[in-house]
């Protein structure tokens, strides 16, 4: 599908010249990371309870080192956000913590969105943009499953894992269907069927970031027999969930384009089976 929106000539002059003033240079890639935390819910709306969506954040850390990897491989990274809780305590030349540095402003959030090799997010109000300029995202630290949109070609995804409080397993994706937790919206869903949520590890993320920029800059790919396997195991258990959403409502679910990362499948096999 085709953008509808562009930017101006004057709009582009102005979002280019602010990239070249961060040191993209011709030919240089740029990603944005937006990564979510409660920081930007309590300013806004600091009479509202919303910790029902904590299961959602995760931690600012654990992405460093997909940071580090893409720039020292030369590609310019910004980590975005409108509000947040924290900066990047990261010093390298092609990383921008452009959402603490005083550079933010929404026009440069609308290009920056716009124009990025790819976003990397798990699922924020930011990645509407990127979604509207038809940019590649890389979602990680997905949560809840269900919720995952599989039409969404040249994109990418891996998810939050789903344990067991008191024994540690980890659930299939059969059981998680079977217990309607590929659809649990709050917190307290999770608690009271005694579920907790693990965040993507910082391999997991760079794992996941390096994938997708091999697939975009890579002109072949090769898809062994496994990772086939698994994923066609995997979007077989997505389809045929039966659960319902909370408003009462089926979630169809089309042709998958979105991928998810092989080596995450198989390294928790538990998403195929």
């Given amino acids: 599908m085709p953008v509808s929106l562009t930017f101006s000539a004057s709009e582009r002059i102005i979002g280019w010249n602010y990239l070249e003033s961060r040191g993209l240079k011709p030919n240089q890639n740029f990603v944005v990371f937006t990564i979510r935390d409660s920081s930007y819910l309590r300013q806004q709306y600091p009479s509202s309870d919303f910790s029902y969506h904590d299961y959602r954040d995760s931690s600012l850390e654990s992405y460093y080192r997909a940071m580090l990897e893409l720039a020292d491989s030369g590609v310019l990274v910004f980590r975005v956000g409108a509000t947040v809780e924290k900066g990047v305590a990261l010093n390298h030349p092609n990383i921008i913590d452009y959402a603490t540095n005083g550079d933010r402003t929404e026009f440069l959030d609308l290009f920056l969105g716009a124009h990025c090799m790819f976003c990397v997010s798990q699922g924020t109000g930011y990645d509407g943009i990127p979604k509207i300029f038809r940019r590649p995202i890389v979602f990680v630290n997905v949560a809840p499953v269900g919720y995952l949109h599989p039409e969404l070609g040249n994109s990418y995804a891996i998810f939050k894992n789903y344990r067991y409080s008191s024994s ?28 907790e949520l693990v965040e993507n590890t910082e391999e997991d993320i760079a794992a996941s970031c390096a994938y997708a920029f091999a697939q975009l800059t890579q002109a072949s790919h090769k898809t062994n027999e496994l990772d086939a396997t698994l994923k066609k195991s995997f979007w077989s258990l997505f389809n045929s969930r039966e659960e319902q959403t909370s408003d009462g409502l089926n979630r169809p679910h089309g042709r998958p384009s979105i991928d998810i990362n092989p080596s995450f499948l198989a390294k928790y096999k538990h998403w195929a089976a």
């Fill in 168 to 195: 540690g397993k980890y659930l299939t994706h059969s059981e998680i269907s079977q217990l309607g937790a590929a659809y649990y919206l709050i917190s307290e869903q999770y608690e009271r069927a005694g579920i």
